[in-house]
């Protein structure tokens, strides 16, 4: 099983909300990634969980809150955004950090109204 | 300041023909590079791969060449199938402990029948 779930796949929030979506992978996995990517622009990396501690803040704004509740989950907690962060949410995940090959998701489909 | 930059953003190709993919990156510290084709609305799915102690990679329809000196690598698929229509992303990072990926803006490809 080389997959990576996200739910949900599409999320239209008010700008007062409070949403999570979520990430999960039963590869065994020690590394997950959360990447935001906006339309025809590359995906950008916000952040590294390695063995469910987080490792990198791409210097992402707090309205984002990242959190790994087992080495199988990855949630990002959303509240007060504003309408610049729709875009496409991906999870990936990898053996650990230090493997190359990354898994991704599908993606979250972010609107913020 | 785009560290991986693939400079045709779209490519058309007769079904059987090659199609190759440029990609060029500024920075002689990635030491590893991967491609990765996205389908509408799913997730970037991992291609192939080189290090950069390699010069060329092979995997079936996919090669990638890379040249340190001109700091270019190009992804050939042949022949061409229309399945393969899809955005190609490359991606770099370097052995800096961090193994944060930077992608390139895409190329789509579309394989003409």
Known sequence: DTEVTQTPKHLVMGMTNKKSLKCEQHMGHRAMYWYKQKAKKPPELMFVYSYEKLSINE???????????????????????????????LCASSQDVSAYEQYFGPGTRLTVT | DQQVKQNSPSLSVQEGRISILNCDYTNSMFDYFLWYKKY?????????????????????????????????????IVPSQPGDSAVYFCAANSNSGTYKYIFGTGTRLKVLA
Do not use: M
């Open chain 2, 40 to 76: 509408p609305a799913e997730g970037p799915t991992f291609l192939i791969s080189i290090s950069s102690i390699k010069d060329k990679n092979e995997d079936g329809r996919f090669t990638v060449f890379l040249n340190k000196s001109a700091k270019h690598l190009s992804l050939h």
């Open chain 1, 59 to 89: 210097s992402v704004p707090s309205r984002f809150s990242p959190e790994c509740p087992n080495s199988s989950l990855l949630n990002l907690h959303l509240h007060a955004l504003q309408p610049e962060d729709s875009a496409l949410y």
